[in-house]
């Protein structure tokens, strides 16, 4: 027999509190992100997720890149997130308000973090990676990813996963800086495409750019016409995916670009 009653149990603040530590418990917490973040950005309309790195400075170009970013997309009827942080973050968030647009920022709990940058107006924290990735793809229409390290890894081939195995549809990645992203676009065609890892469609999904205006006119044909985009854009003499779907798929510099399927695009389901 209990010797309490329940609403006594949970008034009386005495006794151990390690129980707020254990999975089951973990598990409320984790419901709450999820929740929280879908009742924040449910109603947030058309949205771009923009990623890159925290350490770039703002003297950096490609700070200069992600602020014209942040003010175009808004231009074009969207809403910029991204993570909160600083560096490019925060030049993509102060774009996007400078323009008059929403800026939103997915904060995530980290012992060097520096917390939300002054540029978001809707401001979420997490605990947990998992569920703040959720609401960067549940709520945005694409990715535009700048120059970044590790957590910028992350984002990107995640995402890649997600369309490769059409967890997501028309959702166009769109990479800039040629300069940076040209090693790794030549590893993935010359080493694991090679290898038979992934297939020539796979490589359709990436768009090489270092035009912001570019960029954006992906963004906005891909999601228009809900198929991924091919064509024969180029830039500083690459080939890259276009917004045409014509099937000229590569984006990757040093050979020809990848074909899908009976030399065209993969659609969705």
Not at 164 to 184: D, E
Not at 216 to 224: F, H, L, S, T
Not at 242 to 248: F, I, S
């Amino acid at each position: 027999m209990q010797t309490s009653t329940t609403d006594q149990r949970l008034l009386d603040t005495r006794g151990p509190s390690d129980w707020v530590h254990t999975d089951p418990w973990r598990v409320m917490r984790i419901q709450s992100e999820f929740v929280e973040g879908f009742g924040m950005l449910a109603e947030l309309g058309p949205a771009i997720s923009v990623f890159g790195s925290a350490r770039t400075k703002v003297e950096d170009p490609m700070y200069a890149a992600a602020e014209r970013l942040g003010g175009a997309l808004v231009e074009a009827g969207y809403a910029v997130i991204t993570g909160g942080g600083p560096g490019v973050m925060e030049a993509a968030n102060k774009g996007a308000s400078q323009a008059g647009g929403v800026s939103v920022g997915l904060g995530i709990e980290l012992p060097f973090e520096q917390g939300m940058n002054p540029w978001v107006d809707i401001g979420l924290n997490f605990r947990y990676f998992f569920a703040r990735k959720t609401m960067f793809v549940k709520y945005a229409q694409g990715f535009v990813v700048l120059p970044g390290g590790f957590g910028t890894f992350d984002e990107l081939f995640e995402a890649l996963t997600l369309v490769q195995t059409r967890k997501v549809t028309s959702f166009p990645l769109v990479l800039i800086g040629t300069a940076y992203w040209s090693g790794l676009l030549t590893w993935l065609r010359e080493t694991v495409l090679a290898d038979g890892k992934i297939k020539p469609a796979d490589l359709e999904m990436l768009h090489l750019t270092d035009d912001v205006d570019e960029a954006v006119e992906v963004v906005r044909a891909v999601e228009q016409s809900h198929v991924p985009a091919g064509g024969d854009l180029s830039v500083d003499g690459l080939a890259v995916d276009g917004p045409n779907g014509d099937g000229a798929g590569g984006a990757l510099p040093g050979g020809p670009p990848a074909q899908g399927p009976n030399g065209g695009p993969v659609s969705p389901d």
